[in-house]
């Protein structure tokens, strides 16, 4: 079902071919509307941004795991990798056009050679938040990761995890053999050092995202089972769950296509869209960064290498904070997965 890293990276260097799939199937019958059509409908169109707060740098998209619906397609075999030069340049813009947070993700952001540079000086600039997304797994991955929740503990790092269930067998059929019991020790050693202890001050998030072609459950509800549950069993600790809506992108838009469940899944998107929604997603207040130091309005952008839109904006050494804030965010079909019932983004339900 999921071609080999390198032969993807033949098939969609330009990700032709998943836009073509994005803006045909259902829509192209006539079947349904396109996401514009519906932000039109409602008044919402152009999407324009609100204040620009938060920068989600991927420093590249190596990753020790290769999961069934990352949109990234990361994996061990991936060479992209940001450098410190590129890292400088976004630490520079973030001091001086006063943003509050650096949102850290790959791939496995802490396989990056500079990855502890970058975050030991985003926090030397005063940056005042810096949010690390981490697979977990891989601080048991090697031992020279074993003393990163000492590392983030240190420098005051937000630690957003993924992890898909409380369970194992969900966990591993998502993400692989074994994950689910790396996971827990990596968690076990992130509450070890003060993580999700209130007196700390140090913040442990899970992000759970579905393993088929559904929608998240409850957000709520799924927050108080899963601490309900790796408190019972494991001793486990954290602070917030964040359910995000799985897009139609790269491997999971291969899976929805191999399994036949394309259609049927983009029409549960766009019959569950809630325009209450699209004030919360993340294009409105981020701007994601890729290896490279190119720009778009979100990380599921940056998969279909679609950067933002307006002259002298596309670039970090471009930067142009007036610009970016006056922009119209560009969307596509994939953005119904950003506003279907609650909605969801990186930071989970947004209505």
């Not at 169109?45 to 938060?54: M, T």
């Not at 970090?316 to 983004?345: M, P, Q, Y």
Request: hydrophobic fraction near 35%; include cysteine.
């Amino acid at each position: 079902m999921i071609k080999s890293l390198k032969a993807r990276a033949h098939e969609f260097s330009a990700t032709e071919k998943q836009l073509q799939q994005l803006n045909s199937g259902p829509f192209e019958a006539g079947s349904l509307d396109s996401f514009q059509q519906h932000l039109q409908r409602t008044n919402q169109y152009p999407l324009k941004p609100s204040k620009l707060e938060i920068f989600q740098v991927n420093v590249g998209y190596m990753c020790n795991q290769v999961c069934k619906h990352c949109h990234v397609d990361a994996g061990p075999d991936r060479k992209e990798i940001m450098t410190q030069e590129t890292m400088q340049q976004c630490i520079n813009v973030i001091a001086a056009n006063n943003i509050h947070t650096l949102d850290l993700t790959g791939g496995a952001p802490e396989m990056n050679p500079n990855f502890r540079w970058f975050v030991e000086n985003a926090v030397a600039a005063g940056i005042k938040e810096v949010i690390v997304r981490s697979n977990l797994t891989i601080i048991r991955a090697n031992p020279k990761y074993y003393d990163l929740p000492e590392f983030f503990a240190k420098h005051n790092v937000r630690v957003v995890s993924s992890l898909p269930y409380y369970k194992r067998g969900k966990t591993d059929r998502q993400r692989g053999d074994g994950v689910f019991d790396k996971s827990i020790e990596a968690l076990q050693m992130l509450n070890t050092v003060g993580y999700a202890k209130p007196e700390s001050g140090l913040t442990l998030d899970l992000v759970y995202n579905p393993s088929g072609a559904f929608l998240p459950g409850d957000q709520a509800q799924l927050e108080m089972e899963f601490k309900s549950t790796l408190l019972e069993d494991f001793d486990i600790r954290f602070n917030s769950l964040f359910a995000i809506t799985n897009l139609p992108i790269s491997r999971f838009l291969d899976y929805l296509i191999a399994s036949d469940n394309y259609e049927d899944y983009m029409e549960k998107l766009v019959s569950s869209f809630n325009p209450a929604a699209v004030d919360g997603v993340m294009c409105k207040n981020t701007i994601s960064i890729d290896w490279k130091g190119y720009m778009y309005d979100c990380d599921f952008n940056q998969m279909l290498e679609l950067k933002t839109a307006g002259k002298g904006s596309q670039h970090i050494s471009e930067f142009d904070l007036e610009g970016l804030e006056k922009r119209n965010i560009i969307v596509n079909n994939h953005c119904f997965g950003c506003t279907a019932g609650a909605g969801s983004s990186c930071q989970g339900t947004v209505s």
